[in-house]
């Protein structure tokens, strides 16, 4: 390797010339003493040569040890390869969607040669299994809310709400806890792994029921779970994930901190919420990237049909402060078996899974599931932040069948008004004709404004206004079987997280 620090190139000559001195010093000085032993000053004069001896000594080994260090930090910076780039800042400015990581990784350290010791380098240690620990992190989180229905529903029911179910009530929406070991090119480690721990109401939203998963309570618990591994390719970054992982269809995520608002969008409610299969993330550059996954459904741990539904989909961030999402999802969304929990008469010889009967449906329904999703961020200051999103889905029970379909979007806008409070506000659509969302035919609007507190790092605290409205009857009341067109509510949410996990999670 050839050094350009000029330091080095003076250090390295002023070493020689200070290591050759003592040697020239040492082989002169026996034959001075025998001169100047006659001498009446001889002793005192050997006395400062031996001085100046020890002197330059003290020189050479300072002069090594500036050596060694430009050596070793000369030999450790890495020759990055073209095209390589620097992983993006965590976090920013959107409601944080759940999205497959896209991260460029560091280039390895390059090696000292084969049979050469670094100076002042330490000593190259064999790989452990202990090396998957590096880059660790334990994280937890408490998301906890009061809300009120001006409505007061029978039962205290807060309709199409995905997690602020509950009203006039103290609610623990849910408790989590995220371990993840990330995959670090700068170490060789390409493999990483992630779990997802959730409990509380949110989970009953969040992880299906009956009609998608046929055995939901095994995976109640587990929101998310997945390998992964990374697999540089001329510069750019391949990233495979494999397990069961939050969907990114949509703008809106599951994690209250990471979101402008604190109730979630009827699109959110309405749009998968987590995958299980293979998902693939190419980089293409800085401002492109492909995604690719193959799954068993829509909230489907374990698949019910023989079908796997695939998306392709797109990042493009032409600059820093600007990111547009697209993606497109074909699915099947219909069981062939059914599972009996109490066979009757003549069902006791059926197969079983784990110890549950099941029986085949006859002809059962094929129709496909179409979604076309995609969102829009823009950090049009430092102050506003903007987003929007537009969704178009379409279902058919058969492959011969009609499509039904749901339509519409929503727009935010979010102001930072001091370092500590945010306000924020949400307007959405979602025309529903076919009843596909809310079960009945019906075009549903909402607007919402929510403002964000953050008492100290790890504490927010929100405070939001909602209405949601539709063009019939079809809100809950005071009495059973009579309907409102709309819903108000007032809520205040509590957010507390802890861990070393940085940016949205």
Same mark, same amino acid.
Request: glycine share 8%; aromatic share 14%.
């Given at each position: ?37 006659? @001498? ?38 890495? =020759?990055?390869?073209? &095209? ?5 800042? +965590? ?120 009609? $998608? ?45 990471? +979101?402008? =608002? ?83 008469? &003549? ?5 079983? +899974? ?8 006859? =002809?059962?329904? $094929? ?5 076309? @999703? ?21 279902? %058919? ?10 339509? &519409? ?6 102001? %930072? ?69 709309? %819903? ?18």
């Amino acid at each position: 390797m050839r050094f350009q620090d000029p330091r080095f190139a003076r250090l390295t000559r002023c070493a020689a010339l200070a290591a050759l001195t003592p040697i020239l010093l040492a082989v002169s000085l026996p034959a001075y003493s025998q001169e100047a032993a006659a @001498d009446s000053q001889s002793a005192e004069q050997i006395s400062q040569l031996r001085k100046q001896v020890d002197e330059l000594r003290q020189l050479v080994l300072s002069l090594q040890s500036s050596v060694a260090e430009l050596r070793a930090a000369a030999s450790l910076t890495p =020759n990055a390869p073209a &095209g390589a780039r620097a992983p993006p800042a +965590q976090g920013g400015a959107a409601p944080a969607a759940n999205a497959a990581p896209s991260v460029a990784a560091a280039p390895a350290p390059v090696p000292a040669a084969a049979g050469t010791a670094v100076p002042g380098a330490a000593p190259a240690t064999a790989k452990t299994g202990a090396d998957f620990l590096r880059g660790l992190t334990i994280n937890a989180l408490l998301d906890t809310y009061y809300e009120y229905n001006f409505d007061d529903p029978v039962g205290r029911v807060n309709l199409l709400r995905a997690y602020d179910v509950s009203s006039n009530n103290f609610s623990l929406n849910q408790a989590d806890l995220l371990i993840e070991s990330a995959p670090d090119l700068s170490i060789d480690k390409r493999f990483g792994m992630r779990v997802d721990l959730q409990y509380g109401q949110a989970s009953e939203t969040l992880q299906g029921n009956p009609a $998608n998963e046929l055995r939901p309570e095994i995976y109640r618990n587990v929101f998310q779970a997945y390998g992964s591994y990374w697999i540089p390719i001329h510069g750019n970054l391949l990233t495979l994930d494999f397990g069961k992982w939050a969907s990114s269809l949509g703008i809106e995520g599951n994690y209250s901190k990471d +979101q402008w =608002n604190y109730s979630r969008s009827f699109w959110f409610d309405y749009l998968p919420f987590y995958h299980s299969g293979l998902r693939a993330d190419y980089k293409v550059n800085d401002q492109l990237s492909f995604n690719y996954w193959v799954t068993n459904g829509t909230q489907q741990t374990e698949a019910f049909n023989n079908f796997k539904d695939e998306l392709i989909g797109f990042v493009l961030q032409p600059t820093a402060s600007l990111s547009w999402t697209f993606n497109y999802y074909l699915g099947q969304e219909h069981p062939d078996v059914m599972y009996i929990t109490n066979p009757g008469p &003549g069902q006791q010889n059926l197969p079983t +899974q784990q110890g549950t009967a099941f029986i085949p449906i006859p =002809n059962a329904p $094929n129709g496909r599931l179409k979604i076309s @999703d995609t969102y829009l961020t823009w950090q049009a200051t430092p102050a506003l932040s903007l987003g929007a999103e537009a969704d178009y889905v379409t279902d %058919q029970l058969y492959s011969y069948s009609p499509y039904q379909r749901a339509t &519409g979007g929503a727009l935010y806008a979010r102001y %930072q008004l001091t370092p500590s409070f945010w306000l924020a506000t949400r307007g959405e659509y979602l025309g529903d004709p076919a009843g596909l969302f809310s079960g009945q035919p019906q075009y549903l609007k909402e607007a919402t404004l929510t403002g964000e507190y953050k008492v100290a790092d790890g504490f927010l605290v929100f405070v939001e206004w909602r209405r949601d409205a539709s063009n019939r009857p079809y809100f809950l009341t005071p009495a059973l079987y009579v309907y409102d067109s709309h %819903q108000d509510t007032l809520g205040f949410g509590l957010v507390w997280w802890l861990g070393q996990k940085e940016g949205s999670w």
